[in-house]
């Protein structure tokens, strides 16, 4: 059964930091690359950072600089480190896992940025 579970979503101040993790299970994890999506109220869901099978990385512009994305192919895990959070940032974070055709999705983790 696959399976993606985020965690260490939170409330958080302006500027602030907070660590994104995402526990991948019942796949080749090593094989997908890995994305994190954000949505947020009333808009679509937008793509903010991948890393490919091979460890490249990309960043939407709006996050470059402040978020860093990594893996753990020995621990099936996918973290999103973001640094100078701001009000903008707020939204539902979502781990994400594609190969090929076959996609899968975590149930999400809600980042508030706010004083």
């Known amino acids: 059964q696959v399976q993606l579970v985020e965690s260490g979503g939170g409330l958080v101040q302006p500027g602030g930091s907070l660590r994104l993790s995402c526990a991948a299970s019942g796949f080749t994890f090593s094989s997908y690359a890995m994305s994190w999506y954000r949505q947020a109220p009333g808009k679509q869901r937008e793509l903010v950072a991948t890393i490919s099978s091979g460890g490249t990385t990309n960043y939407v512009d709006s996050v470059k600089g402040r978020f860093t994305i990594s893996r753990d192919n020995a621990k099936n895990t996918v973290l999103l480190q973001m640094n100078s959070l701001k009000p903008e940032d707020t939204a539902v974070y979502f781990c994400?896992?594609?190969?090929?055709?076959?996609?899968?999705w975590g149930q999400g983790t809600q980042v508030t940025v706010s004083s």
């Open positions: 994400n896992a594609r190969w090929i055709a076959r996609v899968f």
